[in-house]
């Protein structure tokens, strides 16, 4: 008699670990989500004269399906939080913010033409961004420029506003710092085993994180370590073939032209205890991204180390669509939680940090 009634599943986290007062934190945050409602006969038991544990087995685990999200993503933190816990991030000042309340849809609704000409007439810095936007020559323009105006003049300005007035060059930068703290704190565990290991970086461009990590950890310890980066551009090959000579790590890596969507016939199955793919995800439909990310725990060994990251939706959207960029896929964390989930990921292990600007949120997660 009750196969009709509704049944409106509900879960609630807490931060752990808050202690009897808690509550009198502000930091203090409490997720809850509802999920769909169902009813008895939705659980597929049969008849209203199923067993008592059968039933609550069948209800515990559609509230699961709520409650196991949350506690895995562990209340992402807020931006103050996540600047602490990697310091150098770059964030926006109060007169930043002032002067973006006017900027930002001011580049929003100007036409793709008159933006990119603007921007290539104005800043030297940004010709170059946009000479070949969506690839690694234009992320490597934007992760070594510096902050400061080298110069005077009407150049020296506007190259000053777009890398410090839009939110883009501080995100990737932001992107780059957290994305070599979580692999120099992975690096650092594998080989505490002694044992070898083998990473895999996917699309990888310059491979501008792995190599920065590898030369700061090889400065200090020895590492039984190969890398393979699989890009399909040449020429982002050979930007990284250069950098890893620069700092000296070259003996790391293999250099494979490949495309990464054809990755179970260059990656054996089972072979790989890192893979780091960043920058890369965000090209990508769920569709593509979901049979990509399968393909890519296929390759990991059981308890292997995922890196990845994409972008969020934000409020640069349309400028950075309109100024020439290859289209993006923006992905909300449940989005790539669920893509992460339905690969076969262990969500209990995923960690995922959003850069302060709110652009990029990089996750970590194991098989």
Same mark, same amino acid.
């Given at each position: 008699?009750? &196969?009709?009634?509704?049944?409106?599943?509900?879960?609630?986290?807490?931060?752990?670990?808050?202690?009897? +007062?808690?509550?009198?934190?502000?930091?203090?945050?409490?997720?809850?989500?509802?999920?769909?409602?169902?009813?008895?006969?939705?659980?597929? %038991?049969?008849?209203?004269?199923?067993?008592?544990?059968?039933?609550?087995?069948?209800?515990?685990?559609?509230?699961?399906?709520?409650? @196991?999200?949350?506690?895995?993503?562990?209340?992402?933190?807020?931006?103050?939080?996540?600047?602490?816990?990697?310091?150098?991030?770059?964030?926006? !000042?109060?007169?930043?913010?002032?002067?973006?309340?006017?900027?930002?849809?001011?580049?929003?609704?100007?036409?793709?033409?008159? %933006?990119?000409?603007?921007?290539?007439?104005?800043?030297?810095?940004?010709?170059?961004?946009?000479?070949?936007?969506?690839? !690694?020559?234009?992320?490597?323009?934007?992760? /070594?420029?510096?902050?400061?105006?080298?110069?005077?003049?009407?150049?020296?300005?506007?190259?000053?506003?777009?890398?410090?007035?839009?939110?883009? =060059?501080?995100?990737?930068?932001?992107?780059?710092?957290?994305?070599?703290?979580?692999?120099?704190?992975?690096?650092?565990?594998?080989?505490?085993?002694?044992?070898?290991?083998?990473? $895999?970086?996917?699309?990888?461009?310059? &491979?501008?994180?792995?190599?920065?990590?590898?030369?700061?950890? !090889?400065?200090?310890? =020895?590492?039984?370590?190969?890398?393979?980066?699989?890009?399909?551009?040449?020429?982002? $090959?050979?930007?990284?073939?250069?950098?890893?000579?620069?700092?000296?790590?070259?003996?790391?890596?293999? +250099?494979?032209?490949?495309?990464?969507?054809?990755?179970?016939?260059?990656?054996?199955?089972? !072979?790989?205890?890192?893979?780091?793919?960043?920058? @890369?995800?965000?090209?990508?439909?769920?569709?593509?991204?979901? &049979? $990509?990310?399968?393909?890519?725990?296929?390759?990991?060994?059981?308890?292997?180390?995922?890196?990845?990251?994409?972008?969020?939706?934000?409020?640069?959207?349309?400028?950075?669509?309109?100024?020439?960029?290859?289209?993006?896929?923006?992905?909300?964390?449940?989005?790539?939680?669920?893509?992460?989930?339905?690969?076969?990921?262990?969500?209990? /292990?995923?960690?995922?940090?959003?850069?302060?600007?709110?652009?990029?949120?990089?996750?970590?997660?194991?098989?």
């Amino acid at each position: 008699m009750f &196969s009709q009634v509704p049944i409106l599943p509900i879960a609630i986290a807490g931060a752990g670990g808050a202690g009897r +007062w808690g509550l009198l934190y502000k930091r203090l945050r409490i997720n809850i989500r509802i999920g769909q409602p169902f009813t008895f006969a939705a659980l597929g %038991l049969g008849s209203d004269d199923a067993a008592l544990p059968q039933v609550l087995a069948a209800i515990k685990a559609r509230i699961e399906e709520l409650y @196991l999200p949350l506690q895995a993503e562990r209340f992402k933190p807020a931006a103050a939080e996540v600047s602490a816990e990697f310091p150098g991030l770059r964030t926006h !000042s109060h007169f930043v913010k002032t002067v973006r309340i006017a900027t930002v849809p001011f580049l929003n609704v100007l036409p793709p033409r008159l %933006l990119q000409s603007m921007v290539r007439c104005a800043s030297p810095y940004g010709r170059k961004v946009i000479a070949r936007p969506g690839t !690694s020559h234009s992320l490597e323009e934007m992760y /070594t420029k510096t902050k400061a105006i080298s110069s005077r003049g009407l150049h020296a300005a506007a190259d000053y506003f777009f890398h410090n007035f839009v939110s883009q =060059p501080k995100a990737v930068q932001n992107r780059l710092k957290i994305v070599e703290n979580l692999l120099e704190s992975q690096f650092r565990r594998l080989a505490a085993t002694g044992a070898p290991m083998r990473a $895999l970086n996917l699309g990888g461009g310059s &491979s501008r994180a792995v190599i920065q990590t590898l030369a700061r950890l !090889s400065a200090t310890q =020895p590492l039984q370590l190969s890398v393979t980066t699989i890009d399909k551009d040449i020429s982002a $090959l050979d930007l990284g073939r250069k950098l890893a000579a620069e700092y000296g790590v070259s003996s790391y890596f293999q +250099w494979v032209e490949g495309n990464v969507k054809n990755l179970s016939s260059l990656i054996a199955p089972q !072979s790989v205890e890192l893979v780091e793919m960043v920058g @890369l995800l965000d090209y990508f439909n769920l569709e593509t991204a979901a &049979s $990509l990310l399968s393909n890519i725990q296929r390759v990991m060994v059981p308890g292997g180390v995922f890196v990845t990251a994409n972008v969020t939706p934000n409020s640069e959207v349309r400028f950075v669509r309109n100024v020439g960029w290859p289209q993006m896929h923006y992905k909300t964390e449940d989005e790539l939680r669920s893509l992460l989930r339905t690969a076969g990921f262990d969500l209990g /292990t995923l960690q995922c940090f959003q850069e302060p600007m709110g652009v990029h949120l990089v996750c970590l997660i194991k098989k």
